[in-house]
């Protein structure tokens, strides 16, 4: 006996069910690349709140995070690491002398410069007008020091403005060590003291 459905105890067409296994087939293609789609967009976003605007740094925000982040791995590993803090000399001069065009990419070449002389496991960030800082995983006290001579050479090889009127630029560093029993604003509070420390230091000597 055939049913109303057209099928023998009331089973549909074996055409009906392929063209349904198909159009499934289809959908959950769909679905798949929507969802790709999307986990991509939150991804970007993400990026988009953790970077400067102006570097392809990250920001304070995202900084902040990574201090916490470094506190809790030396806690766990019993090692240290070391936060530095730069402060990019005389930016206003450049930004009066040159224009706000030339101060942007003072701000730019020293990212680049940092992002160029740290491992990919460092955390690079700008942290305010002039100020970046970083985090340096895994080492010692003179590991810092030729580190610092480092970017202080990079640094001072950039040169903002045009002609004979060009300037190279310069920076303070200033750093303190992350250990085990820290808290991110000792350490932040630390590493941007030294720093003011080193300024202040190096106007009274001009």
Do not use: W
Not at 133 to 151: F, N
């Amino acid at each position: 006996m055939t049913d109303v459905q057209g099928g023998p105890g009331g089973q549909p067409p074996q055409a009906d069910v392929a063209l349904s296994h198909e159009q499934l087939a289809l959908l959950c293609a769909d679905l798949k690349h929507q969802n790709a789609l999307l986990i991509a967009r939150v991804r970007q976003l993400e990026d988009e709140i953790c970077r400067d605007t102006l570097t392809p740094l990250f920001n304070r925000r995202y900084f902040e995070q990574a201090v916490a982040s470094a506190i809790a791995h030396c806690q766990r590993y019993q090692s240290r690491a070391a936060l530095l803090f730069v402060d990019v000399d005389d930016l206003k001069l450049i930004n009066d002398t040159f224009g706000h065009a030339a101060g942007d990419e003072a701000l730019r070449c020293v990212a680049r410069v940092l992002l160029d002389n740290v491992r990919s496991t460092d955390v690079v960030a700008r942290i305010g007008g002039d100020e970046f800082a970083l985090i340096l995983g895994a080492i010692g006290e003179g590991d810092v020091e030729h580190k610092v001579a480092q970017l202080t050479a990079g640094i001072a090889a950039c040169r903002v403005g045009h002609g004979e009127a060009a300037s190279s630029l310069s920076a303070t560093f200033g750093h303190a060590f992350i250990h085990p029993d820290d808290e991110a604003e000792k350490v932040l509070a630390r590493a941007d003291d030294h720093m003011y420390r080193l300024k202040r230091t190096r106007a009274t000597a001009r």
